[in-house]
């Protein structure tokens, strides 16, 4: 008796600390994003998307006062955002929270993450060094891939020759940031981070852009036997030597998205069907994204 009121106790307190930490996740994620904001305004106003933008961005790190600090703090406040409202996505999946959602949240929750790996992705190309054009010269031929409508589709997130960062830079600092905020509106007034959170969000973060060194930039016209992307686009650079570019880059991708989409709005059956395709296609996103980080 006295080891099943133990055992109850200790299942209580294993539950109490879950929920402490499921409620403040998405509260240290919106402090990065205040973050992220406030040290991507101060970088805006050095970086020129025109020109030698890798001449731009070297500058900026080691001529500008603190600009080193400044880009390393906006790369790891960025990534903390993104992994944090991830996390705080995928417990909604798993615990299948979208069967009592709204289709019109359930969607806004959706397009927020997909906003939000894009707004890395192109953060990313804006570095100008090899990796970043290698991406984003990538990114523009999968688009270019789709039928009927590629060249429009990639004209409108980029474009070759001097202009090739304008329209990153555009999206990564306009118009991400602004519909970013329009779409989760909502979840800042739940979830926006008091003095507490705030503070231990910038201290980890000072810290971290402070004593961590940043990864070096590659000369773009270095000659390197391997070009990795972000972490995120690795299972799709994966899949790219094995599968045409269509289906790697955008059919596959453009279905898994429509999938997460409708889980509200189709039937219990075809519901828990498609709960478990996700989950399968997820881990083993996850296991080429790993595969690709160990082993290139």
Not at 151 to 161: A, D, L, N, T, Y
Not at 236 to 246: D, G, K, N, S, V
Request: glycine share 8%.
């Amino acid at each position: 008796m006295q080891r099943d009121i133990f055992h109850t106790m200790r299942q209580e307190e294993v539950h109490q600390v879950i929920r402490r930490i499921s409620v403040s996740l998405p509260r240290l994620g919106m402090a990065s994003l205040v973050v992220c904001l406030f040290s991507g305004l101060v970088l805006s106003v050095y970086y020129r998307p025109f020109g030698e933008v890798f001449r731009n961005v070297e500058e900026i790190t080691s001529l500008v006062p603190f600009g080193w600090f400044f880009r390393q703090l906006h790369f790891v406040s960025g990534q903390c955002f993104v992994m944090l409202m991830s996390a705080h996505t995928l417990e909604h999946f798993l615990k299948r929270r979208y069967r009592t959602y709204p289709w019109s949240e359930w969607s806004r929750l959706l397009l927020s993450i997909a906003l939000c790996f894009f707004a890395l992705f192109t953060g990313f190309v804006l570095k100008g060094d090899l990796e970043g054009r290698f991406a984003g010269k990538i990114f523009m031929n999968l688009l270019g891939e789709i039928p009927f409508l590629g060249q429009s589709v990639s004209g409108f997130f980029v474009r070759p020759g001097n202009e090739f960062f304008f329209l990153p830079f555009i999206h990564h600092g306009l118009f991400v940031p602004a519909f970013l905020l329009y779409l989760t509106r909502h979840h800042i007034r739940e979830w926006f981070p008091g003095p507490r959170f705030l503070g231990v969000a910038c201290i980890g973060l000072f810290l971290y852009a402070i004593f961590v060194p940043s990864a070096p930039d590659i000369l773009p016209g270095s000659r390197e036997e391997s070009i990795e992307g972000p972490w995120f686009f690795l299972g799709i650079q994966t899949l790219l030597r094995h599968l045409p570019p269509l289906w790697a880059g955008v059919v596959i991708p453009a279905g898994l998205f429509t999938a997460f989409l409708i889980l509200p709005r189709v039937t219990s059956g075809a519901r828990s069907a498609i709960h478990g395709l996700l989950t399968g296609a997820l881990c083993a996103y996850a296991a080429l994204t790993i595969r690709a980080l160990l082993w290139g």
